[in-house]
C-alpha cells in the first residue's frame, strides 16, 4: 500500500508539470483569436502566479485542517475545472478569470505535496519526483502540439490535459485513506500527528534561518526562469545563432534539468541535501562562466547543459532539508513561504532582465545570473550558518 501510494504521488508530480508549459505553446494561436497583443499573455501569467503565492501561503493551515490528501485531490480538481474553463472561453477576459482558480489550485498542491515528501520519503524521491513534473512539463507542448496540427485547436488541447487532471482526481479521491497512514517509510521514522496551530508570516519568518531561505528560494527561481525564458534570445542577439539553433541550445537547458534530477537520486545515496545544493551551484557557476568567456557557440552550448544540470538539485534538496533544518512542526508553514518566495522570483526576475536587455545590453545574461548565483549561495550558507547555531543553542 505505501508503494502505491508512491506511484500515486508521482503520478501527481507528473500531473503539476502538465500544465506549466500550455500557455506557452498554445499562447501563438490564441492571441491572434482573441485580437489581442501578443504581450498579454503576461497578464495572464501574472495572475496565475499571484493566486499561487496566495495558495502557497495559506498551505500550512489548509493542510493542518483538511490533511495533504484532501488538499491535494481538492486543489488537482480546481486545476482541471480552470483548464477546461480555459477550453471554453472565447475572450481574454475569461481567460483572466479561468486563471484565479488556476493558480489558486497550483500553489496549495505543490507546497503540500513538497511537505509531504520532505517528510515521509528519502531525498531519491524528491529528486526523482521533480524529474516527474519535467516529465510533465515536456509532454503538455505535444498534447498540446497534437491538437494544434490534428486541426482541433487549442481548446482541445486544454481539454486533454483538463480531462487527465479529473482523471487522476479520481484517483487521489480513491487514494484518501493511503495518506493517512504517516510515517517516513523509506528511512524507518515515525512522524507525530502535528497539531499545533499554523504560523502566520509574521511568526515565520522570526524562526533563525527564515529569511535567507525564502531569499535562497527566490533566487534559485529567478535564475531558473530567466535562463528558460532569456536564453535563445542572448543567443541569437549576443552569439549570432538563428533562432532554429538557438531554440535547439536553449532547450538543451531544460533537458539538463530533468536528466540531472534523474541522476540526482542516485548522488543523494552518497551525498547530503547541502552536499547537492553545494554542487548543483558549483556547476551552474562552471555553466555560468562558459557562457561569459569567447568559446562560441560551442561554450555557449556547454554552459547551458551545465548550467540546466546545476539547477537539478538545487530545488528538490532545499525543499527535502526543510523539516531538518526548521522542524516536521514549521515544515509546511515553511514550505509554503519557500514556494511564494519562488513564485515571486518567477514573476518578476525574468521581466526585470528584460528591461535591462531592452534598455542596456542582452550581453549582461551571464553577468545577471551570476549576480543571482552569487546571492542565493550567499544566503544559503548564512541559513545553515543561522540554523546551526539555534540547534546548538537548544542543546
Known sequence: MIHLLLVIIYLAFISLGLPDSLLGSAWPAMYQEFSVPVSYAGGISMIIAAGT?????????????????????????????????????????ALCLWAVPYGLGAGSVDASLNNYVALHYASRHMSWLHCMWGVGASLGPYIMGYALTGGQGW?????????LQIALTAVLIFSLPLWKKQGNHDMGQTEKEITARPLSLRQIVKIPGAKEVMITFFCYCALEQTTGLWASSYLVLRRGLSAETAAGFASLFFMGITAGRAFSGFLTLKLNDTQMIRLGQGFILAGIVFLLLPFGSAGSLIGLILVGLGCAPVYPSIIHSTPEHFGADKSQAMIGVQMASAYVGTCFMPPIFGFIANH????????????????????????????????????
Open 53 to 93: 503565492i496566495i495558495s502557497s501561503l495559506q498551505s500550512d493551515r489548509l493542510t493542518r485542517r483538511f490533511g495533504t490528501g484532501k488538499v491535494t485531490a481538492a486543489s488537482v480538481l480546481m486545476t482541471a475545472a480552470a483548464l477546461f474553463g480555459f477550453s471554453i472561453s472565447h475572450s481574454y477576459a
Open 155 to 163: 481548446n482541445m488541447g486544454y481539454r486533454y490535459i483538463a480531462v
Open 360 to 395: 542596456i545590453s542582452v550581453s549582461l545574461f551571464p553577468v545577471y545570473l551570476l549576480a543571482i548565483l552569487l546571492l542565493m549561495a550567499a544566503m544559503h550558507e548564512k541559513m545553515i550558518s543561522k540554523v546551526t547555531a539555534d540547534k546548538k543553542k537548544d542543546l
